[in-house]
C-alpha cells in the first residue's frame, strides 16, 4: 500500500514563507497533489505537479517535487491569515483512481 | 458550476437510527467517491462509483454501510443501523475520470458531519 506522511503542525508569523513537506513511499506515484481544508470546508485543490516536473509555482503556492528522496514540498510565499488551514498531501498512480492522502498538516499563521 | 453539493451538513441522530447521506457530483463526472475523515483514520475511501457503478467498495467498513448512484447526478451512503464510531465527516468527491491528469482531478463537497449519539 501507499504512505504518505506529513508533519501535524506548524506555526508561522504573517508575512513569512511557509514550508510544508510530504514524503510518499509508491515508487509508481505519478501525480502528486496539494488540497487545503478550511475549518467546516471540504477539500479544496490548490495546485498539482505530474512526476516528471521538478518544480511547479503557480503565484504565491511553489511546489518542488525530489522524485529521488520521494520528497514533494509546497512552499507559500507571504503567508496571510486567510492560509491558516490544514494541508493534505495526496498522491496516485498513473493507472489508479485512488488518491492516498497524508494526514494533513495544520499551518496556524500568527499576527 | 455549483460544485459537488451534499446535504445534509449537519445530521445528530441516535444509535440504531438510520441515516441517509447525499450527494450530487458536478455535471458532467462520471467518477464519485465517499470517504470518511476522522481524527484518528484520517481521510479514507469507502466507495468509488464509476459511471454509476460500484467499482471499489472495499473500504465500506461493514454491513451496515451501502452506497447506491441510481443515476449520474445522485449518489447516496447509508448506515443502518448507525453507531456511535460512525460520527465523522463524510465528504463526497466526483471527477472527470479517465486518463491524463486533469480528468483525474478530485472535487469535494462540504461534507456532512455526523453525530451518532
Known amino acids: 500500500g501507499e504512505d504518505v506522511e506529513q508533519s501535524l503542525f506548524l506555526s508561522v508569523r504573517e508575512g513569512d514563507s511557509s514550508v510544508i513537506n510530504c514524503t510518499y513511499t509508491d515508487s509508481s506515484s505519478t501525480y502528486l497533489y496539494w488540497y487545503k481544508q478550511e475549518p467546516g470546508a471540504g477539500l479544496q485543490l490548490l495546485t498539482y505537479i505530474f512526476s516528471n516536473m521538478d518544480m511547479k509555482q503557480d503565484q504565491r503556492l511553489t511546489v518542488l517535487l525530489n522524485k529521488k528522496d520521494k520528497h514533494l514540498s509546497l512552499r507559500i510565499a507571504d503567508t496571510q491569515t486567510g492560509d491558516s488551514a490544514i494541508y493534505f498531501c495526496?498522491?496516485?498512480?498513473?493507472?489508479?483512481?485512488?488518491?492516498?492522502f497524508g494526514a494533513g498538516t495544520t499551518v496556524t499563521v500568527r499576527a | 458550476d455549483a460544485g459537488v453539493i451534499q446535504s445534509p451538513r449537519h445530521e445528530v441522530t441516535e444509535m440504531g437510527q438510520e441515516v441517509t447521506l447525499r450527494c450530487k457530483p458536478i455535471s458532467g463526472h462520471n467518477s464519485l467517491f465517499w470517504y470518511r475523515q476522522t481524527m484518528m483514520r484520517g481521510l479514507e475511501l469507502l466507495i468509488y462509483?464509476?459511471?454509476?457503478?460500484?467499482?471499489?467498495d472495499s473500504g465500506m467498513p461493514e454491513d451496515r454501510f451501502s452506497a447506491k448512484m441510481p443515476n449520474a447526478s445522485f449518489s447516496t451512503l447509508k448506515i443502518q443501523p448507525s453507531e456511535p464510531r460512525d460520527s465523522a465527516v463524510y465528504f463526497c468527491a466526483s471527477s472527470l475520470g479517465g486518463a491524463g491528469l486533469a480528468k483525474n482531478i478530485q472535487y469535494f463537497g462540504a461534507g456532512t458531519r455526523l453525530s451518532v449519539l
Open positions: 495526496a498522491e496516485r498512480g498513473s493507472n489508479d483512481y485512488k488518491l492516498s
Open positions: 462509483f464509476n459511471n454509476n457503478v460500484p467499482i471499489d
